[in-house]
């Protein structure tokens, strides 16, 4: 695994021991982490497939400058960065985008084109505010501590357990995910509820594969058929996994149709 710089944002890389496939993979994490979510299984599971494999971390998040003025990004910053990190590369990457990462994806396809996208749990093209509402009715005290995390304060570590996991955690693991996570901007939420909607029919260019989890509290999975309609493919939810799909026990289980999906996309 190696760590570096794009201009100026961390990227966590891991590569495959021969030579790689020539469409590289791009990971873009979701509100409140950074790359490190994608790095215990993704990373590793995409590039013995023979994929180089890249996980940024956007503005703000992980070992990225500007964690100071967190609450200035918007989305279009975040779009920014992802399209410095895609000109960096040797040939255009497949997107996968997780929540907050999935809706900077589809800004993205809004001017660019990709060789495919996935998105996982990602906030809907329709924004956050259908999913906050329902947060508020059917899970006040989440509502209330992520909004605590927004703004600079602490959650509980059961609340990351509740927030990400349907499955089985280790103590250790959940502790050094806790340890990772940090706020949000501010700007980013408010451009995902209102002000910054995808123009989805500038989407439906690229092929897309859309991932859901059966009990994922913030981006159900009614939200996340939702998405797949408006982008007229199928959704795929998978049972028993929550919002951190990627850290969740049964990983291999997205991670096996991502692939099999790759393997679709290049045949």
Known sequence: MSS????????????????????????????????????????????????????????????????????????????RDVAKMVDSLPAPPVLIGHSMGGFVVQKYLEDHLAPGAVLMCAVPPQGLMSAALGLMFTKPSLMKDMNNLMSGGKS?????????????????DLKRYYKNSQSESHRAIWDMSLFAMPRTH???????LVQGAEFDHLIPASLVEMTARSYGVEAHIFPAMGHGLMLEKDWQKPARQILDWLKELDS
């Open 4 to 79: 570096s710089q794009s201009e100026t944002n961390e990227v966590l890389t891991r590569l495959p021991a021969g030579k790689a496939k020539a469409t590289p993979l791009l990971f873009i994490h979701g509100a409140y982490a950074a790359a490190w979510c994608w790095e215990d299984h993704f990373l590793p599971f995409f590039a013995e497939a023979g994929y180089a494999a890249h996980a940024l971390s956007l503005s703000g998040h992980g070992g990225s400058p500007g964690r100071r003025h967190l609450d200035s990004f918007s989305i279009a910053d975040y779009v």
């Open 156 to 172: 509980s570590i059961e609340t990351l357990r509740e927030a990400l996991f349907a499955q089985e955690v280790s103590l250790d």
């Open 202 to 208: 500038r989407i439906k260019r690229t092929p897309l």
